[in-house]
């Protein structure tokens, strides 16, 4: 029995699945999934879990070259926007997006994550990139 890591069967596949610049989004409880793309719905409650508990297990084990954000979130939800990317380093690529857009970018992603937070807005895009454990053997 798996006692560490991500416990999800679910969302431990989807991470192994990914490749570099792979696309998962994490959204909140009221954001308009495609029915074409890959649903897992950790959502139980208003507020359980939030986008910020599901991003802070998911970023142990998933590394991230770029992030998207719909402009709405710094404009109606700013703290959330602060918080959502100050989980990242200056090195990860912060996009913003019409939130328009960011609907349509849902539809080519891999998967979709969906928790219970009922924060405005509180959607990530998460574009996978290589991490640390990666090398370039120079000349």
Known sequence: MQEVGILNGKIAALLARCGHMDEIIVCDAGFPIPLEVETIDLAISANRPTTLEVMAEILK???????????????HSPTMFARLTGLFDKDVTVECVPHIEFKQRSKSVKAVVRTGDFTAYANILLVSGAGPRWFVEQK
């Open 61 to 75: 084990h998933f590394s991230v070259e770029k992030i998207v954000l719909a402009e709405e979130t710094q404009k």
